[in-house]
């Protein structure tokens, strides 16, 4: 559901799909064919949140922003279920895993695969196509061809089940 906030209305493209229990509230933009997944919450109140095109945001997950810090995911981006990002930027091409954390004014670099419950601390800086596990997160190694090719193809499988779930109904 959009949720108008004040003055803020979420601006939404017309290909972009919203699970009927998500909720995305005040300044967000979502690009084209993203997608946000059931009870995720995508809360622009102090701040703006940008999606970018065929980004998808699974299920559980918070996206949030503190005054004069804004979010910025980029293109292509999988956001596994459960993650939680806050006033960060996601560059284009990166795999967030399930339930992990990106904080307040870090930046991870396009191509980068985040581990699944990994910590990337506030104000961290990870290179491109970087491959960051633990808590707190780190760099362990560039991540592979095949890596690189899981990142793409898990946001191409979302563009497919979005189309599904697009005809989903409550009954």
Request: one cysteine or more.
């Amino acid at each position: 559901m959009n949720i108008a906030l004040d003055d803020h209305l979420p601006d939404v493209h017309a290909t972009a799909w919203i699970a009927t229990s998500a909720a995305v509230i005040g300044q967000v933009r979502v690009g084209k064919q993203a997608g946000i997944w059931y009870n995720a919450v995508v809360r622009g109140d102090f701040d703006s949140i940008v999606i970018g095109d065929r980004s998808n945001i699974q299920d559980g997950c918070v996206l949030h922003v503190d005054a004069g810090a804004p979010l910025v995911v980029g293109s292509g981006v999988s956001v596994g279920h459960n993650a939680i990002l806050h006033s960060c930027t996601i560059g284009d091409d990166v795999l967030i895993g399930m339930g992990a954390t990106v904080l307040n004014g870090a930046v991870v670099g396009a191509g980068t695969l985040i581990a699944a419950n990994a910590l990337v601390p506030g104000g961290a800086d990870i290179p491109p196509g970087s491959l960051v596990t633990g808590v707190p997160g780190k760099v362990r190694r560039q991540i592979t061809d095949d890596e690189r090719q899981h990142i793409k193809d898990n946001a191409a499988r979302y563009l497919i089940a979005q189309e599904v779930h697009s005809r989903a109904r409550i009954v």
